[in-house]
């Protein structure tokens, strides 16, 4: 946990794929301090016509690399979250050569009663995280 989305425009390798994948998770891993294996990740790939993702007047200008992450987690403090947007900025334009530019992120945040890894339990309640 966090559960990580990027919707992103079909067409990349599964190498590039796999390398956006394990950058962002480094960079939550460093920004959050979460443990290595809390990794939860999906990919959904949409055909160019059907993402339109603008700037909100702030002047980008997006590519067909743009990436959307959309991140659910349990509240984390304003430092945190600035670290992760600055984190997955430098990371995916480091390690797979997308722009700043090309990157927007979102957070949503839930509580400890809002998670089951399995087992139909609730771990955060049952003590078992």
Not at 19 to 43: K, T
Not at 90 to 105: A, F, H, K, T
Request: net charge negative; proline share 4%; with cysteine.
């Amino acid at each position: 946990m966090p559960l990580v989305r990027f919707d992103i425009v079909e067409g990349r390798s599964n190498e590039e794929l796999q390398s956006l994948l394990d950058a962002s998770h480094e960079a939550m891993v460093d920004a959050f301090e979460v443990p290595e294996r809390d990794r939860y990740q999906i990919v959904h790939q949409h055909p160019a016509h059907e993402m339109i993702i603008q700037d909100t007047g702030l002047g980008f200008e997006r590519s067909k690399d743009v990436v959307v992450i959309s991140l659910t987690s349990r509240p984390r403090t304003e430092q945190q979250k600035e670290k992760l947007y600055k984190n997955f900025a430098v990371y995916l334009q480091e390690r797979c050569g997308i722009s700043p530019e090309d990157l927007m992120v979102s957070i949503a945040n839930n509580g400890d009663a809002d998670w089951s890894f399995g087992n139909g339990e609730a771990q955060f309640l049952t003590g078992k995280l």
